[in-house]
C-alpha cells in the first residue's frame, strides 16, 4: 500500500542511498511505508515513540494545521525526543552520542510553523516538486 499523497513508488535505497535520491523518496519511506514496515521488527515501545514522531511530522506538513493539532503535534514531540533520550541513552553520559542535534532541532519545529507555517510550504519536498 503506497498512501495516496504520494504520486509513485520509492526506488530502491539500496541502490541510491548516497546520491540521487530525492527528499520525497525519503519522506515516503520514513513517515509513509516504515510504521508499516517496522510494526513487527521494532520492540513496542521503540515503534510506538517512532510512531509519534511519525504522527506529529504529518501533522506539521500539512497544508493547513489548526491550532489544536499543533499542540498536538508539540506534545507528541516532546513525548518522542524524551522517551528517545531514555530508549537510546539510557540515562548515561557515555550514550549521549546517540542523542543527535537533530533530535533536539525537532523540539523547536512548532515554533518554526508558527514563524513560517506548514512544512509543505519550504521544505526541500516542496523544492523539488516544484523545480
Known amino acids: 500500500y503506497l498512501p495516496g499523497s504520494f504520486d509513485k513508488a520509492p526506488r530502491n535505497p539500496a541502490e541510491k542511498m548516497s546520491s540521487n535520491y530525492k527528499a520525497w523518496e525519503y519522506l515516503i519511506y520514513i513517515f509513509g511505508l516504515c510504521p508499516g514496515l517496522l510494526h513487527t521488527i521494532l520492540p513496542d515501545n521503540y515503534w510506538e515513540n517512532f510512531c509519534k514522531l511519525v504522527v506529529a511530522m504529518r501533522i506539521l506538513h500539512q497544508k493547513a494545521i489548526k491550532l489544536s493539532l499543533l499542540k498536538k503535534a508539540r506534545t507528541l514531540i516532546i513525548d518522542f525526543v524524551k522517551n528517545f533520550e531514555l530508549l537510546y541513552c539510557e540515562k548515561k553520559a557515555e550514550r549521549i552520542h546517540f ?22 510550504g519550504h521544505t526541500q519536498f516542496t523544492m523539488e516538486r516544484t523545480i
Do not use: F, M, N, T
Open 99 to 120: 542523542c543527535r542535534q537533530s533530535i533536539h532541532a525537532l523540539l523547536h519545529l512548532c515554533d518554526e510553523v508558527i514563524k513560517l507555517g506548514p512544512g509543505s
